[in-house]
């Protein structure tokens, strides 16, 4: 097998492929035309060195692909003769996009939402939102206490773990 970077004149970017050297030039266009979106019988297919010099040309469908100078790092470049244009396949703002409506979401059975409201997990476990929310209020309170009686102006010993204790002056409670 060869590693081979593969290019397109409809988009700018390279994929670097795996191939075996056993199959044809027919097989490899078969299986290019699932990274470039090109079809097969619209390919010409170009061989270029690791340095990016034309080595030549893929023409003969029966050949071997190990029949041609290859060597890891080497690129095919395929060039598209089907008429479509540049970057065509990149542009996903032409492409409709399908929401489906949350009514018909929550009708799925199948779906994450209907996984997690069954197992009362996540959101739809109502007593643990509650549990959770009354260990917020909780924890407000007693900060809210000790927050209190610290009075403005006192003295206190500031610990940081890592640093040296240093002394201050309470200027803020809040």
């Not at 598209?80 to 059975?109: F, L, N």
């Not at 000790?146 to 102006?153: D, F, I, K, S, V």
């Not at 010993?157 to 640093?163: A, F």
């Amino acid at each position: 097998s060869v590693l081979l970077s593969v290019s397109s004149s409809l988009n700018a970017r390279r994929a670097p492929k795996r191939y075996s050297t056993g199959i044809t030039v027919a097989e490899l266009k078969c299986k290019l035309e699932l990274v470039v979106g090109s079809p097969a019988s619209c390919m010409d297919l170009e061989l270029y060195s690791a340095e990016d010099e034309l080595l030549g040309c893929l023409d003969c469908d029966e050949a071997l692909l190990g029949s041609y100078p290859l060597c890891d790092g080497c690129r095919v470049h395929v060039i598209d003769r089907s008429g479509a244009r540049i970057g065509e396949y990149e542009d996903v703002s032409q492409v409709e996009k399908y929401e489906m409506p949350e009514s018909d979401y929550d009708k799925r059975p199948e779906s994450l939402r209907s996984f997690l409201r069954q197992r009362q997990w996540g959101r739809y476990d109502a007593e643990a939102a509650q549990r959770r929310a009354q260990e917020q209020r909780q924890r407000r309170d007693q900060e809210v206490a000790l927050a209190a009686a610290l009075p403005l102006g006192s003295r206190c010993l500031v610990r940081v773990p890592g640093q040296p204790c240093r002394r201050g002056t309470i200027m803020y409670v809040g």
